[in-house]
């Protein structure tokens, strides 16, 4: 039988942007999670104050491996 | 770093339509979720007998923060 | 070989709401079909008048098992 | 040449559910507007709270003739 | 209140195709889970090799009647 | 005026997997209608028991000319 | 009971173009049924040859209300 | 800071077809908005009245040049 | 082995509309390829100046048989 | 009743990339509008020149509350 | 610089079902293309004659790395 | 005749975000076409390494004129 992968969804918020919100969302998931592989953006969105986006928040689908397999 | 949530997807399901569907899952989800946050109704479908609607399914996706960050 | 299902879609209204609109598609469609299923909710708009939702349309697929197999 | 019609897009949020939010928001966008026409539901979402859903959050299209044609 | 159910986001592959890549993530899923009771694709692809398919991936979601209720 | 054709949608299910249960609802279809001509599959889902997929069911729009003309 | 109607998918097909295959399809669906009251545009497509489009085919979805209500 | 634009959606309607409707919008747009700059079909449909459609209705998104930057 | 068939995506443009700016893509494409067999509209958008439609631009996809099999 | 939002559709372009010009287009909305909450990334395009990505294009829709409620 | 992969799209076509037409599709493609890294389904569709799909059609993209990086 | 464009689809990879794997995409294709015009991002994904994201991978589609018209 091949490997069987499991996706979670989290969103990670960044005040600098896109990316740092990406690297944010997978250094967290990683604290708790091994076999990390890839991700998937399914949203980008914010929050603004001041006419400033405050918050940029990624919404990703995170891929890891499933272990005793 | 900012704040990191996650997504879950539930299925509610109720006799009486789509907002009673939506509160039992997320009271549902509460019993051993902490930090509920918000949610978004992705699908409502349902199962018919004898010419009635005999339970509405309402799938959401329910977002929480993850706690020590 | 296993059970064929067809499904049609039909657009119930209401002015009491979202929840009666599925009802009402229902209950007509069950004078004239039998085996009536499942349904998914595909759509919901409306008209207004007078600053107010007049009629509340929701677009269902209803399937229902056909008979002879 | 045919009317024009111009759309907008509302949230309105209640405390009770889907109708009532499709109600505020068309309720407040016919205070400012004339020839309201029609309404597409596009999204539905909402906060949490406690448990329990505090308030729904429904995102309308809303219809409206352009006056003077 | 009606039933609650999770649905949870799995990959399969396979060497064989379709039909067994659904296979292996159920299977997978069922070692760890109780209550499984559908499954949803979402998408399939795959990884190519000496002009060959080599590992066919299905991405499902599988929903399971969450426990105590 | 050129030809003109129906869809129909349809869901097949088979115990054996995808091409199986396109078959089966294909051939439920031709038993009472004529000048059927293609098909498109629209989602592929299933009942799950004893970790193991039970039914794969396809649903399929199924194309047919229509006849007098 | 508010009204409830049905909708059907139709592809109509015309060497003229988008319009054309339009109007063919709802007068040939204006044959065998009553009370047609709108189309919504899903697809527009067609075959070539010689270096030209011979047919667009349209597919649409045709409402109209249920009679005996 | 580069060029900022806006987008509104109109919905054009012609006995004539999808061209005329998308050209009705547009001018009907052009009589109170400057720069308008180009233009999306997000939907196509239209009412139909003794077997012939009507209007055909075009929704499109215009996007235009905010002035003062 | 069953036929294999390519499919690019080209974007016509026309003065004229629609059907105008599908038939122009597609004699361009039939210059360099051969076994040109079907199309499927993507995207309508366009030009605006004056406040006229200038350029109707079809994105389509254009299918084609690869020659040796 | 409920707050009421309103949501506005902008473009905004830049030469540095992304987050910059969801950073432009949010300044420019908020010299003439109040109460900006939040914003939602619908498409990234752009044009190139010599090789190179000149203008980053982000769509974004921006919501905000409506005053007098 | 990073990788860079192109991606184009091709529709295997079998007697025998899915899996053998995404065989038949990338065999195609390897005989005039190196590199050749992963697929991804896109649709399936196919052709019924005597009651009976006579072509599965199953359109897949196709993504293999650029060399000279 | 209007003009004529190819869109073709790449995906550009970068260690360093989003901006930088459309540059390089991008850079990749002018290479060996000429007359590039635009892109549209389709996809934003990437590869996990401990607990970081090594490759951020951007889809895009890149439109170029076709020369001789």
């Known amino acids: 039988?091949?490997?069987v992968?499991?996706?979670?969804?989290?969103?990670?918020?960044s005040r600098e942007g896109v990316d740092d919100a990406i690297r944010g969302a997978i250094a967290k998931a990683s604290?708790?999670?091994r076999n990390l592989?890839?991700?998937e953006?399914?949203?980008i969105r914010g929050w603004i104050q001041d006419g400033q986006p405050q918050?940029?928040?990624v919404t990703l689908q995170v891929g890891f491996r499933l272990d005793d397999e």
Chains 1, 2, 3, 4, 5, 6, 7, 8, 9, 10, 11, 12 share one sequence.
Not at 5 to 13: A, C, M
């Open 31 to 33: 604290e708790s999670m």
């Open 5 to 13: 992968y499991k996706k979670i969804e989290l969103v990670g918020s």
């Open 41 to 43: 953006v399914k949203e």
């Open 55 to 57: 918050h940029t928040q």
């Open 37 to 39: 592989d890839w991700f």
């Open 1 to 3: 039988m091949g490997n």
